[in-house]
């Protein structure tokens, strides 16, 4: 089984939708969840960046981490067209050893389509 | 205000010619990062400093090596360029020394071996 699974779609939504995107891990010891964004030809972004368990909300994003589940979700509300993007989740452990970096999913690519 | 830079963009190297990829960050952080990007293999960490004066292996450390120049530049040279190493080169910078603390990127080095 991956570190780290992630559907790597392609999913296309309309405009005013609501996008949820996901990824699964099997390492317990995982407790830094990031989610970046990437658009076509450039380095991924950082979007949220959470600590544990629970709901991180900025503006139309939210990010989700159920830690017994070993499932981080990330919603984007009213989506836009410039939302179009893959969306790269990534998390790590906290200290020492191997467990010290960050391991990312392989990514999902999004379109809102107007 | 720029935040990590790399150059070159693109980049088409012969079987066996040597190049250094070169990455600066004017964020004064103190960690860097080299990965690679490959489609359906996601993002590997090839080599990271910790901070100046340290660097240490990733997960694909192998035909790569590494100088932390000073605090902003850290580059990664291929003595021998091989075809499996071509790939999308990203650096990437973060504030801490921790590994598991959010990374910001580069726009990328698009590098063909032929």
């Known amino acids: 089984q991956k570190e780290v699974e992630q559907d790597p779609g392609p999913l296309s939504v309309p405009e005013g939708a609501i996008v949820s995107l996901n990824c699964t891990y099997s390492?317990?010891?995982?407790?830094?969840f990031m989610w970046y964004r990437q658009y076509s030809r450039k380095g991924p972004e950082l979007l949220m960046y959470?600590?544990?368990?629970g709901n991180k909300e900025d503006g139309r994003f939210t990010a989700q981490v159920d830690k017994s589940s070993k499932y981080i979700s990330l919603f984007i509300r009213d989506s836009q067209p410039s939302d179009s993007a893959t969306y790269l989740c990534?998390?790590?452990?906290?200290?020492?050893?191997?467990?010290?970096?960050?391991?990312f999913g392989k990514g999902t690519l999004l379109t809102v389509n107007p | 205000n720029a935040g990590v830079t790399q150059t070159p963009k693109f980049q088409v190297l012969k079987t066996g010619q040597s190049m250094t990829l070169q990455c600066a960050q004017d964020?004064?952080?103190?960690?860097m990062y080299w990965y690679r990007q490959d489609p359906g293999m996601g993002l590997r960490l090839i080599y990271y400093?910790?901070?100046?004066?340290?660097?240490d292996k990733g997960e694909v450390p192998n035909g790569y090596n590494v100088s932390r120049l000073n605090k902003r530049e850290f580059s990664l040279r291929l003595e021998s360029a091989a075809p499996s190493q071509t790939s999308v080169y990203f650096c990437?910078?973060?504030?801490?020394?921790?590994?598991?603390?959010?990374?910001?990127f580069g726009d990328g080095t698009r590098l063909s071996i032929l």
């Open positions: 390492n317990s010891a995982f407790q830094y």
């Open positions: 964020m004064n952080h103190n960690s």
């Open positions: 400093s910790a901070s100046e004066g340290t660097t």
């Open positions: 959470t600590y544990s368990s």
């Open positions: 990534a998390m790590s452990a906290g200290e020492g050893g191997s467990n010290y970096k960050l391991t």
């Open positions: 990437a910078s973060s504030a801490y020394r921790q590994l598991n603390q959010p990374q910001h």
